[in-house]
């Protein structure tokens, strides 16, 4: 499955992307969606330049969390009116560019943004095209650092706030409201939380018809699709079928409502895959410690959210002759461990080992601590060439 003799080649550790899963991934998400559904990349997830050139030519929009995403997003080729901009704290540069790019709706998190949004476009003669993205205080069952949805979360702007802030925005000359924003939280694999969000959004669009406020164009709900961690080979592509109908069945659209998505995690995650080598082996009585040239910073995932990467060795000598070991890295950290007590075939110096799923938040997460060089990424490409 994996290039290893080109492997081999390479100074270690770093990313390898599958890039014909990855088109497979968003071959599956078209299949699913009708025309009225347009799905932005969350560029935060994995912001390789090779990986955002290939989703902007297979024609999906952007999901932009800040000024330098939209400027990756820009130059990888996505149309400026398929970005969308979200985040509590936008500098006024970042709107500026926003706005000179003329992106196609900015995500507002607060009045006082909202104001400022206002500001900056008058001051450039431009109408700024805003959603609101409202707090639906509705949980996720996910790890507590991942949910965005609740009211003790710093996202969104809270319901009851929601029709005072349109009828701001409508009386302001410098934005058009164009929509209704809403974000759950990420690595969601129960349909029901998204069903929650839909069931939430019905009851929000209600309240509005009854006060008068009609023709919303755009409902955008965010993203936050799982992967498999546990077994990236059985289901190398989310379940984008149940995703979909689970809006389709819950959400209840008005005619000519187009409905947005912002994927992430569920597009790149199972493409990506972090390659170390093992620098050594070492025992005591109670442990055999595997450590690799990878480290948090390379991959920071299980440092941060205890987060599990299938790892495999991919050139152990035999396949049985199990082994358990503690799966470390090279940073003076003691959280910089991948993973403990995990079985592994019977492993030495300079064996390849392949962290699995670390499409998302990997790549783009690493650090330079300890004044470590960031990791490289190649693409099936790169290696055939
Ligand atoms: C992070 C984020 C996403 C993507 O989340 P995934 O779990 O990777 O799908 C979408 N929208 C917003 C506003 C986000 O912050």
């Known amino acids: 499955m994996f290039p290893t003799e080109e492997f081999k080649k390479l100074q270690t550790p770093f990313y390898y992307y599958d890039t014909n ?62 970005i969308v901009y979200a985040g509590v704290g936008k500098s006024d540069w970042e709107i500026e560019l926003g706005l000179e790019a003329g992106i196609f709706a900015f995500n507002v998190e607060s009045i006082p943004e909202l104001e400022i949004i206002n500001e900056l476009a008058l001051l450039k003669g431009k109408k700024a095209r805003i959603a609101l993205r409202i707090n639906p ?63 939430r959004i019905n009851e929000l669009q209600e309240r509005l018809e009854a006060s008068g406020i009609h023709a919303i164009e ?9 992967i498999d961690y546990q077994e990236p080979d059985h289901n ?43 620098l050594y082996i070492k025992s005591n009585p109670i442990k055999n410690f595997c450590i690799v040239d990878a480290g948090m910073t390379d991959l920071i995932r299980p440092a941060l959210y205890d987060a599990y990467h299938h790892i495999e060795n ?26 403990k007590n995990y079985g592994m075939p019977h492993t030495r110096r300079g064996d390849l080992i392949a962290f699995r ?23 099936t490409e790169d290696l055939k060439a």
Not at 29 to 42: F, P, Q, S
Not at 314 to 335: F, K, M, N, Q, R
């Open 236 to 278: 190398p592509i989310p379940d984008f079928h149940a995703y979909f109908e689970t809006y389709r069945k819950n959400l209840r659209l008005r005619p000519g409502q187009q409905l947005h998505f912002e994927l992430g995690r569920a597009i790149v995650g199972q493409c990506g895959t972090l390659i170390a080598r093992v």
């Open 137 to 199: 205080n509705v949980g996720a069952h996910t790890h507590a650092n991942i949910t965005t949805g609740l009211a003790e979360n710093k996202f969104g702007i809270d319901m009851q706030d929601m029709e005072h802030i349109i009828s701001l925005a409508s009386e302001m000359k410098g934005v058009e409201f164009i929509g209704l924003h809403f974000h759950i939280g990420s690595q969601i694999l129960e349909m029901d939380d998204f069903a929650a969000l839909a069931r």
């Open 314 to 339: 991919l050139t152990a000598e035999s396949s049985h002759d199990y082994v358990t070991y503690d799966v470390v890295g090279p940073i003076c950290e003691s959280s910089d461990v991948f993973i």
């Open 218 to 226: 755009n409902i955008n709900v965010g993203g936050g699709l799982g």
């Open 357 to 379: 799923s670390a499409g998302a938040y990997g790549e783009i997460m690493a650090s330079g601590y300890n004044c470590r060089t960031l990791p490289q990424g190649y693409t």
């Open 21 to 82: 899963l990855l088109r497979q991934t968003l071959q599956e998400i078209r299949e699913n969606t009708d025309g009225y559904m347009h799905v932005h990349y969350a560029v935060k997830a994995c912001a390789n330049p090779k990986i955002l050139s290939i989703i902007a030519q297979e024609g999906f929009g952007a999901d932009c969390v800040s000024g330098g995403e939209i400027r990756a997003a820009l130059q990888a080729g996505f149309p400026a009116n398929k």
